[in-house]
């Protein structure tokens, strides 16, 4: 399949090339497209056919759900079988945005969209190309990340183009996305409202809209002998293909024991990394040493890490050492997707 390529800037959006993509997305075709998140793998959600097409382009276990995106509040009436006051309360606050709410589907949303389930993962992007494509394409969008099973989600229309060339109908590149981790998932079908995947609105941010709001004990450990909620959370994702490992502790420490570890790894003659920050990148004797960021801007490592995660697969390093990062914050996600990255394998010095 020839997969076409266009440009659409969210700034100067030509409505004329949003028609021709909302038409690919209408006859049952895929198309890539920006979100302030990640970039999304759009199909129609109400067609099952498409539904089963994003997930083999995308290689993904068909019982792990899609999030149905909408960009009008009338839509979501239409696909799940009530809505309860705390998603309208979520929704006036944080709609559009990064925060994806699981409700219980209407029988319109076909099985193959929520991966067999009964309930279904709704979000209203901000993202302007995002929205006005929804709207072209009929209102309903099922998007996953637009990566290949298991790969970092794409910041970057480069790398939409390195996973799905020759395997969907179109990319539309809209530049670098802005937040760089996937939406906040809140279960509203739950006794309590839970968050089942951290994101940029964190549980502090949803604590001040709803009460009591709980968090999947699987967000930051494997050893809870729980599975997760969010089906895909179970899933190693994010992952680079060296063999990564994540340092915790006070900063001099944590130098000390990743080049301990480069040193030896070096002497079995293989291709070391570090995921450091501006503040430490330099001290490190990795062949290939890259930093997130600051640690005080915590929003440019969300931006940064998937990107940085890649491009260690460009380098083609076989270990790699990362820094550990606080969990307040957004520090809750970036550490989410680095743990699940790393297998959750963590040294404490
Ligand atoms: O920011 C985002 O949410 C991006 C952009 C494109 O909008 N999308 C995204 O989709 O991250 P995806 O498919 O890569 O991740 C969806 C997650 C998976 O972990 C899936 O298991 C979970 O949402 N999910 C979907 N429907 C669910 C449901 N009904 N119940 C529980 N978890 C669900
Ligand atoms: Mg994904």
Not at 215 to 235: F, H, I, N
Not at 260 to 273: F, I
Not at 296 to 318: K, M, P, Q, S
Not at 336 to 349: Q, T
Request: glycine content about 10%; aromatic content about 6%.
């Amino acid at each position: 399949m020839d997969t076409k390529i266009i440009r659409i800037d969210e700034q100067h959006i030509d409505m004329a090339l949003i028609e021709e993509a909302g038409e690919v997305i209408k006859a049952g075709g895929l198309v890539a497209f920006p979100t302030e998140t990640v970039y999304g793998l759009g199909g129609d959600a109400l067609n099952p056919l498409s539904s089963e097409k994003i997930y083999k382009a995308k290689g993904r276990p068909s019982d792990n759900p899609l999030i149905v995106h909408i960009a009008d509040m009338e839509c979501l009436e239409k696909i799940v079988r009530e809505i309860p006051d705390s998603a309208y309360q979520l929704a006036e606050k944080f709609w559009p945005g990064p925060l994806t709410m699981i409700l219980y589907k209407a029988d319109i949303v076909p099985c193959e969209t929520t991966g067999g389930l009964d309930t279904v993962a709704v979000r209203m992007p901000v993202h302007r190309v995002a929205r006005e494509l929804i709207r072209a394409a009929g209102g309903y969008v099922a998007a996953p990340s637009a990566n290949r099973s298991g790969r970092p989600s794409p910041t970057v229309a480069r790398y939409v183009t390195e996973d799905m060339d020759g395997r969907i109908d179109m990319i539309i590149d809209g530049g670098d996305v802005e937040i760089g981790l996937e939406s906040t998932i809140v279960d509203l079908t739950s006794r309590q409202p839970t968050v089942l995947r951290p994101g940029y609105i964190t549980r502090k941010m949803l604590n001040q809209v709803l009460s009591g709001v709980e968090e999947d004990v699987t967000l930051m450990r494997d050893d809870s002998g729980q599975a997760p909620k969010a089906p895909g959370m179970k899933y190693r994702h994010y992952a680079p293909k060296g063999e990564l490992t994540v340092v915790s502790g006070e900063s001099g420490r944590v130098i000390e024991y990743i080049n301990a570890r480069l040193y030896e790894q070096k002497q079995q003659n293989k291709k070391t990394g570090v995921i450091g920050t501006d503040g430490s990148v330099g001290k490190y004797h990795a062949d290939v040493c890259k930093s997130v960021g600051n640690r005080e801007d915590e929003a440019g490592i969300a931006r940064e890490l998937y990107r940085v995660l890649r491009e260690f697969d460009d380098e083609e390093a076989e270990v790699i050492y990362a820094e550990a990062f606080d969990t307040a914050g957004i520090g809750q996600a970036i550490m989410n997707r680095l743990l699940k990255a790393a297998g959750y394998k963590v040294v404490y010095v």
